[in-house]
Every structure is written in structure tokens, then in C-alpha cells.
């Protein structure tokens, strides 16, 4: 293969990979893109100012810019009927904290575990004088408020999948 065609195989690959999942707002409903008109009224009506616009237009959530309280308002904005109201246990998105961490690298810092009520994370001791965070997704509720407090911008968000049951004979 001539290094032309392995170079445009390459962009091909990395063009057909597919786009991360967007972070909908609470009570996003499975025809969300069908049925959203980017009309704006969720984020106008978000009290926390987390709903910010996509490329696309569609709103999506920033916790970079705060915690969700899962409060319904933006749910009961959208006359689209593109979000409708949810409990917070419907909120399928759970935090991971990656190893830019201050902590793992030896930087003192507690803010995340500070900021979650849950009690979802916890720190172990480790050697050198750093700690390593400890995430119970169990624990966590996706409320995004140890990412909006993360100094290093560690803490990302993942739908986690559903445990493969054991299949029985
Ligand atoms: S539930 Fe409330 S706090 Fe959360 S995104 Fe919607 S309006 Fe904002
Ligand atoms: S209020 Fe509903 S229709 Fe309007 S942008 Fe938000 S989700 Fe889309
Ligand atoms: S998203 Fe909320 S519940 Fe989950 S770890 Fe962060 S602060 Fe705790």
C-alpha cells in the first residue's frame, strides 16, 4: 500500500469514529433529536446555567460550569415534549476521574471528594505522598459537582453499561 493510500485510510478511520454520546439534559426521551427544535428554552430556564448550546444545536450539559440539581425546570421549559420531568435515579450518567488527578500525582487536593454529599469518593493512601481517588458509581448520582470543583479538570462523565448478567444452564 503507497503511503498516500495508507494516509487517506487513516483520515478515513479517524473520520468515521464515532461521536462520544452528548450529555442531554435530565428527562432527555429516546427521540430527543426528532422531537428538539433548538429552540434554547431549557437553558434560558435552567436556574444552575449549565444547558449550553452544541455545534449542532442541540443543548447539552456542562458541568464544567456546575452541578445539576435535578430540578425538573428545563423539562418543564421544553413545550417540544423533547425532555419531559424524571426522577434523578433516571439520570444515567456517572463520573470517572482520570489520571491527570493532582492527587495521583502527588498534589495535595480533596476537592471533589469535599464537594459530594453522596460520599462517592474516597481517597487511598499511596507512596510518595500521593492518593489515589476512589469512585463508587453506585454511590455517585452524576450531579457533576466534583467536576465543576476539579482544579485539574480530572473528572469525566460515562453512561455506564449494565453489568452482563451470568448466563445459568
Ligand atoms: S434539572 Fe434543573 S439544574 Fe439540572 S439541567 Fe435541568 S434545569 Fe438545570
Ligand atoms: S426546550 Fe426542548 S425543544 Fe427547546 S432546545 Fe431544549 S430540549 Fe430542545
Ligand atoms: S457526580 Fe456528584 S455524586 Fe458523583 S462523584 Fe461527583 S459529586 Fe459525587
Redesign the pocket.
Known sequence: MTTEHSRRNFLRGRLSQPEPPRM??PG?QPS?AN?????????R?CPEAI?IRHPSG??VVDFARGACTFCNA?AE????G??KPAAPSDWPWRATIDTSCFSLNGVFCRSCEDACEPRAIRFRLMTAGRSAPVLDQDQCTGCGECASTCPAGAIAFEVPRPATEEKTA
Open positions: 442531554r439534559p432527555a430527543f422531537l428538539c427544535t433548538h429552540c434554547g428554552d431549557c437553558a430556564a444547558i442541540e443543548p428545563c421549559a421544553c413545550e417540544a423533547a425532555l
